[in-house]
């Protein structure tokens, strides 16, 4: 793992990063070294004068002396006859001059040492600081995000494979770097003994701490959603020796934004990670390039069964579909026997789980043991982050309050707010972007939709619709969806852009749905056993038929019963619908 710098980009999940191996340790070197040389110059300039000052004041003179004494010297032995006192008076001269010479050059000798010790350490700072200077340890290179995150900047967690730069990717989600995420650092930065530990360790480190590995899905289990890989052959950059365990992974668990395997299909070039650096709890957790969008759902309903005895009695169960709507094809299905009166589905950290009737609780809708208890009563429930938002019901015709609760076992109420005036009542309610849409009749006479600011609690955009009944709202990242009542031709469609909201279009389905979603460009329509699917044109709001499933059918077959058996209408009303459509997460 490292980090990098997003400098552009980020359609379709690719960007344009600059990678750094170590220009901090280059550039405090750098400064380092140039304010050496400085101090260096400062020291050989000083002990030049001193030099100079000593060479003119001390070795010149002593010089001179026994220059002196030779002459005198000379001339005594050129007398004739010679006087041998003066001689030896001359010679004495000249060998006590020489002496006082021999000590002042020891002494400038020292001062001639130090000052080219001096020199020839800055002159190999000079030649250092050119070749620190003149490192390249930054590349700009382009880099996929591992998920589609299409947003991100500034500084980002990366992977590399395999734990060198042979192959480098964005973090799923893009997060900002911590030190838990490391950096890779050129040798040339690197002290003497970490380039040596790091050398050393490098193959058995890749192999036995493995963090990430490329690999092919050869198979996918939706319903675990779990898969096979086949890896690529993995080798360092030390002796190129092989540092897989093993060529091929089973039951790896796949986990990827809101949707997980859904993502993938069989021949995918993805990434696998390796949790606590342990090859025995491998994930696949992106792609290696052109990451999916999540476009799936889950689509819930109920099912009554009556029996053909006198009298008859009433089996009833939760059906639960996951819907590929890239492939228009269930992936997966789940039936809960014995279930309590299904008043909706909705997405619990990723996870699909039905509203009971009642409004007292949400349970697993795949069948497990999952429970939140509600506290107090309350329909059309939607997560947004670690909360939790519904509609308060108190009695029939009563829904006007937007409550909120925090998203723990049970499920506390922790606010609440008007969202409609005293004759009004909301049934449909959807949370995303720090916004809450609520649906239905809002007073005097007209139906419609209002947006609330979560953190303000202020409405900040109101549409209205005359006596034309609204049946469900949606909020997504770009849209706010409202389905109504239309004139003739199914119920219709209003697609409002957000920031600022804006109607972009009104258009009538051809169908009737009661409930819906929207993941992506796409929105979902839901009623009874059949699920429909229309494009979304991002510019103008237009919808596009794609085609319709009915999820539910093999289902309903495999359970028989009187004629009055079957999946219970979708309604919209205080409760919020009885069957829903999610997007998944």
Same mark, same amino acid.
């Given at each position: 793992?490292?980090?990098?710098?997003?400098?552009?980009?980020?359609?379709?999940?690719?960007?344009?990063?600059?990678?750094?191996?170590?220009?901090?340790?280059?550039?405090?070197?750098?400064?380092?070294?140039?304010?050496?040389?400085?101090?260096?110059?400062?020291?050989?300039?000083?002990?030049?004068?001193?030099?100079?000052?000593?060479?003119?004041?001390?070795?010149?003179?002593?010089?001179?002396?026994?220059?002196?004494?030779?002459?005198?010297?000379?001339?005594?032995?050129?007398?004739?006859?010679?006087?041998?006192?003066?001689?030896?008076?001359?010679?004495?001269?000249?060998?006590?001059?020489?002496?006082?010479?021999?000590?002042?050059?020891?002494?400038?000798?020292?001062?001639?040492?130090?000052?080219?010790?001096?020199?020839?350490?800055?002159?190999?700072?000079?030649?250092?600081?050119?070749?620190?200077?003149?490192?390249?340890?930054?590349?700009?290179?382009?880099?996929?995000?591992?998920?589609?995150?299409?947003?991100?900047?500034?500084?980002?967690?990366?992977?590399?494979?395999?734990?060198?730069?042979?192959?480098?990717?964005?973090?799923?989600?893009?997060?900002?770097?911590?030190?838990?995420?490391?950096?890779?650092?050129?040798?040339?930065?690197?002290?003497?003994?970490?380039?040596?530990?790091?050398?050393?360790?490098?193959?058995?480190?890749?192999?036995?701490?493995?963090? !990430?590995?490329?690999?092919?899905?050869?198979?996918?289990?939706?319903?675990?959603?779990?898969?096979?890989?086949?890896?690529?052959?993995?080798?360092?950059?030390?002796?190129?020796?092989?540092?897989?365990?093993?060529?091929?992974?089973?039951?790896?668990?796949?986990?990827?934004?809101?949707?997980?395997?859904?993502?993938?299909?069989?021949?995918?070039?993805?990434?696998?990670?390796?949790?606590?650096?342990?090859?025995?709890?491998?994930?696949?957790?992106?792609?290696?390039?052109?990451?999916?969008?999540?476009?799936?759902?889950?689509?819930?309903?109920?099912?009554?069964?009556?029996?053909?005895?006198?009298?008859?009695?009433?089996?009833?169960?939760?059906?639960?579909?996951?819907?590929?709507?890239?492939?228009?094809?269930?992936?997966?299905?789940?039936?809960?026997?014995?279930?309590?009166?299904?008043?909706?589905?909705?997405?619990?950290?990723?996870?699909?789980?039905?509203?009971?009737?009642?409004?007292?609780?949400?349970?697993?809708?795949?069948?497990?043991?999952?429970? !939140?208890?509600?506290?107090?009563?309350?329909?059309?429930?939607?997560?947004?982050?670690?909360?939790?938002?519904?509609?308060?019901?108190?009695?029939?015709?009563?829904?006007?309050?937007?409550?909120?609760?925090?998203?723990?076992?049970? @499920?506390?109420?922790?606010?609440?707010?008007?969202?409609?005036?005293?004759?009004?009542?909301?049934?449909?309610?959807?949370?995303?972007?720090?916004?809450?849409?609520?649906?239905?009749?809002?007073?005097?006479?007209?139906?419609?939709?209002?947006?609330?600011?979560?953190?303000?609690?202020?409405?900040?955009?109101?549409?209205? @619709?005359?006596?034309?009944?609204?049946?469900?709202?949606?909020?997504?990242?770009?849209?706010?969806?409202?389905?109504?009542?239309?004139?003739?031709?199914? !119920?219709?469609?209003?697609?409002?852009?957000?920031?600022?909201?804006?109607?972009?279009?009104?258009?009538?389905?051809?169908?009737?749905?009661?409930?819906?979603?929207?993941?992506?460009?796409?929105?979902?329509?839901?009623?009874?056993?059949?699920?429909?699917?229309?494009?979304?044109?991002?510019?103008?709001?237009?919808?596009?038929?794609?085609?319709?499933?009915?999820?539910?059918?093999?289902?309903?077959?495999?359970?028989?019963?009187?004629?009055?058996?079957?999946?219970?209408?979708?309604?919209?009303?205080?409760?919020?619908?009885?069957?829903?459509?999610?997007?998944?997460?």
């Amino acid at each position: 793992m490292g980090r990098a710098t997003i400098l552009a980009g980020g359609d379709a999940g690719l960007y344009t990063v600059r990678v750094d191996y170590g220009t901090a340790q280059r550039d405090a070197t750098v400064d380092k070294l140039t304010a050496r040389i400085a101090e260096l110059e400062t020291m050989r300039a000083g002990m030049q004068i001193t030099l100079d000052a000593f060479i003119a004041l001390e070795e010149a003179p002593a010089e001179a002396a026994v220059n002196a004494a030779i002459e005198e010297y000379v001339t005594a032995s050129r007398a004739a006859p010679p006087d041998a006192a003066v001689l030896k008076a001359k010679l004495a001269a000249h060998q006590a001059a020489l002496r006082a010479l021999f000590d002042v050059r020891a002494r400038a000798a020292l001062l001639r040492i130090r000052l080219q010790e001096v020199t020839s350490e800055k002159a190999a700072a000079v030649k250092s600081l050119a070749t620190w200077s003149a490192l390249t340890l930054e590349e700009d290179r382009p880099a996929w995000c591992a998920d589609l995150t299409t947003g991100a900047t500034g500084d980002v967690a990366t992977i590399d494979i395999p734990g060198e730069s042979d192959v480098i990717l964005i973090a799923p989600g893009a997060p900002a770097p911590t030190a838990v995420h490391g950096a890779l650092k050129a040798r040339e930065v690197q002290t003497g003994p970490q380039a040596f530990f790091n050398a050393a360790i490098l193959p058995g480190w890749q192999k036995f701490k493995p963090l !990430h590995r490329i690999g092919t899905i050869t198979s996918i289990n939706s319903a675990a959603n779990t898969c096979a890989v086949t890896l690529d052959t993995a080798q360092s950059s030390a002796q190129a020796l092989g540092i897989n365990q093993s060529s091929s992974l089973a039951d790896v668990p796949v986990l990827y934004m809101t949707c997980n395997s859904l993502a993938f299909t069989v021949g995918d070039r993805v990434v696998v990670e390796f949790i606590g650096q342990d090859w025995e709890q491998p994930r696949v957790i992106g792609f290696e390039t052109e990451p999916r969008p999540c476009k799936a759902i889950y689509a819930g309903a109920h099912y009554l069964q009556y029996t053909t005895t006198e009298p008859p009695v009433i089996n009833s169960y939760g059906f639960t579909a996951l819907i590929d709507l890239t492939t228009m094809e269930r992936r997966a299905a789940w039936v809960v026997d014995d279930a309590p009166d299904v008043n909706g589905i909705v997405s619990y950290n990723a996870q699909p789980h039905f509203e009971q009737f009642g409004f007292f609780s949400l349970y697993d809708a795949t069948g497990g043991a999952d429970h !939140h208890p509600l506290s107090p009563s309350a329909s059309s429930m939607c997560q947004h982050g670690d909360r939790f938002f519904g509609i308060a019901t108190s009695a029939p015709g009563q829904a006007r309050d937007i409550i909120e609760f925090s998203a723990g076992v049970t @499920l506390i109420e922790t606010g609440r707010w008007a969202a409609v005036p005293g004759d009004g009542a909301i049934n449909s309610l959807s949370a995303h972007g720090g916004h809450v849409a609520v649906g239905g009749y809002l007073g005097g006479g007209n139906y419609g939709v209002r947006v609330f600011s979560i953190a303000s609690r202020a409405m900040i955009a109101e549409f209205l @619709l005359g006596n034309s009944i609204v049946e469900s709202v949606e909020l997504s990242r770009d849209y706010l969806a409202v389905l109504h009542w239309g004139a003739g031709g199914g !119920h219709t469609a209003n697609l409002y852009r957000r920031a600022p909201y804006a109607l972009l279009n009104s258009q009538a389905l051809g169908q009737y749905p009661f409930s819906m979603c929207i993941t992506g460009n796409k929105l979902v329509g839901k009623e009874q056993g059949d699920v429909w699917v229309w494009d979304i044109n991002p510019d103008t709001g237009a919808l596009t038929y794609v085609g319709a499933l009915r999820p539910f059918d093999d289902l309903v077959a495999a359970r028989p019963g009187t004629p009055s058996s079957g999946i219970e209408f979708d309604g919209s009303g205080i409760a919020g619908h009885t069957v829903a459509a999610v997007a998944k997460g």
